[in-house]
């Protein structure tokens, strides 16, 4: 990057470092710190809650998945409208009236203290790992640029973070989420509406949605029905709603957002708008994956997006093969380039003819240098078989640095920086509310000493920082970490969200009952993804199936009075 791009990237992350540090200004007791004293309005609950959801992740590797694998990613999402329905008229009510800081503490006053605990558990597992994750794909463009171990940036970008979360808890938070939310929208935009005017002279909106459709990208609605294909109409709508259900209702992360609402109306509001915008902005961001591959037929790009890997490969054993592979993809490249002056000529003149046999003929493009990257991807496996063989975090970062401006590298690197700071930062708080509230309260009981609450809060969020980091240090070998954070999320999600919908629904089932469906459905789940092939939505259907039937069954069998819902 140049010296103006660095400027850039460390004027906007100072800007909100300390706009962040300044809004944590009257913290005074645990509510003010923990849900920003229940005083969002809704405009602020929804940008907090997309926020918190639009990671890093979203804007690094959620274009690359559109680059690699089109818009299918998009049906991951279809069942969130209909999730934040059923969480507007069940969840928030219920958390409102009882004044819970967070969600595990209802599953106590409907159980009993075991199964708030489980429930509180599996949460802290697991999003302590998806905020490492949160943490290492900033962490990853960083040790490119810099040149440096990506434990370090780790590290640095934990710090950042943490710096307003620890000082100002959920107020801070929130507000700056919002700032940072709404900057990174306008800037993707740009960098959209940036790479579009970069095409060629003739490449309009026509021709680009074309080139997408040849390519095969155009794939957003898949109606088969498969249990082994991650994205499809089913396994968004069904899969998808229980995930979502689950995320929203029973994420310590998501439910503390919406309980800052200074009303039941406000969190609604903001809940129901993020359910109306999600679906869109996620289409636009993969939209943004597929124009990237448009540009790259025309310019050139690296037959393997990874550098690190690129650099081994070419001083390895396999160097020599690895050339060979590179020069096809030279020359597939200046085929492509011609074949795409005809098929552009015959589509300005009509010509159908010309078209669709120019547009054959860059199909078999396409797909010799698909080939190409699977010897690629051989070649790296044979070299270091523990090695990631997935290049998919690496495909918008190269192509930015590649095509971009002076000065709007920098800015579109501080906006992914900041996203990993409003998910992350909005993670470290939940993981501290529940810290505090469902576990270190409960084993010390009785009154604090003024204050006392509120640094230990602020110890639990460096001890979370922590956790975080080291983590994030070692999460290089898990592939597209778009699909890592949901596939870590849905190991967990559906046994929870069948604890909740038990104590929702199912008045008559009792605590012991509900601990024991929820302990054979988590062990269902992890057996699930180490020993089939079943697509990693369906784990949450699978999950909270398992609790809601198995506790219904074991309370039939041994029927006890449950206590009263809260």
């Known amino acids: 990057m140049s010296t103006v791009d660095w400027w850039v990237l460390g004027g906007v992350l100072a800007a909100f470092v300390a706009y962040g540090v300044w809004r944590s200004r009257g913290e005074r007791d645990l509510t003010d ?9 809704w405009p602020m609950v929804a940008l907090s809650v997309m926020a918190t959801q639009a990671s890093a992740i979203t804007f690094l590797a959620t274009p690359g998945q559109g680059f690699a694998d089109g818009l299918r990613f998009v049906q991951f999402y279809f069942g969130l409208p209909l999730a934040m329905i059923v969480i507007c008229a069940t969840a928030i009510p219920i958390y409102r009236r009882l004044g819970v800081f967070t969600a595990y503490e209802y599953l106590e006053s409907r159980f009993d203290g075991k199964t708030r605990t489980l429930a509180a558990a599996l949460f802290l597992v697991q999003r302590g790992l998806a905020a490492g994750l949160g943490i290492y794909a900033p962490a990853l463009v960083l040790s490119v640029l810099l040149g440096w171990d990506v434990r370090v940036t780790c590290a640095l970008l934990g710090g950042l973070v943490a710096l307003y979360t620890v000082a100002g808890g959920s107020r801070a938070v929130s507000h700056t989420q919002a700032l940072q939310f709404s900057v990174i929208l306008v800037t993707m935009a740009l960098v959209a509406a940036r790479i579009a005017a970069g095409l060629p002279r003739g490449v309009g909106p026509g021709e680009t949605v074309a080139l997408a459709g040849l390519s095969g990208r155009l794939n957003a609605l898949q109606l088969h029905f498969d249990p082994n294909d991650r994205y ?4 968004g709508l069904i899969g998808g709603f229980f995930l979502q259900l689950s995320y929203f209702g029973a994420d310590q992360s998501q439910v503390g957002r919406y309980l800052t609402g200074r009303s039941v109306s ?29 540009a790259c037929w025309f310019g050139s790009s690296p037959v393997w997006f990874d550098p690190a890997a690129r650099a081994r490969l070419a001083s390895s054993a ?20 011609a074949r795409l002056s005809e098929w552009l000529a015959a589509r300005q003149t009509r010509d159908r003819v010309g078209e669709k046999k120019a547009a054959a003929s860059l199909v078999a493009a396409q797909e010799a240098d698909a080939g190409l990257r699977q010897q690629v991807s051989g070649l790296i496996e044979r070299q270091d078989p523990r090695a990631n063989r997935n290049d998919v975090n690496y495909v918008f970062l190269t192509f930015l640095l590649g095509r971009l401006p002076i000065g709007w590298i920098g800015l579109v690197f501080a906006c992914m920086f900041a996203a990993s700071m409003n998910s992350t930062s909005a993670e470290l708080n939940a993981l501290t509310s529940s810290s505090v509230v469902d576990v270190v309260k409960r084993l010390r009981r009785g009154p604090w000493a003024p204050g006392a609450e509120l640094w230990l809060s602020r110890l639990m969020t460096l001890v979370w920082t922590g956790f975080a980091v080291i983590f994030a240090e070692s999460a290089s070998h898990l592939g597209s970490l778009v699909e890592a954070v949901n596939v870590l999320g849905s190991l967990f999600y559906g046994t929870i969200l069948g604890i909740f ?35 990693f939505l369906w784990y949450n259907v699978v999950g909270c199936a398992l609790v809601v039937g198995v506790a219904a069954l074991i309370q039939a069998a041994r029927p006890r009075r449950a206590r009263a819902p809260a």
């Open 33 to 41: 710190y923990l849900l920003a004293g229940r005083s969002m309005p």
């Open 318 to 337: 396999g160097a020599p093969a690895y050339q060979q592979i590179e020069a096809r993809h030279r020359a597939i490249e200046e085929e492509r380039r």
């Open 266 to 294: 406000q969190s609604r509001m903001g809940l129901l708008f993020n359910g109306l915008v999600k679906v869109p902005m996620q289409l636009g961001i993969l939209s943004l994956g597929v124009l990237v591959f448009v």
């Open 501 to 535: 919908l038990t104590a929702f629904y199912l008045r008559g089932v009792g605590g012991t009952a509900v601990f024991v469906g929820a302990l054979a459905a988590e062990a269902a789940v992890l057996a699930c993804f180490h020993f089939t092939k079943i697509s």
């Open 232 to 235: 499809n109409l089913w396994s």
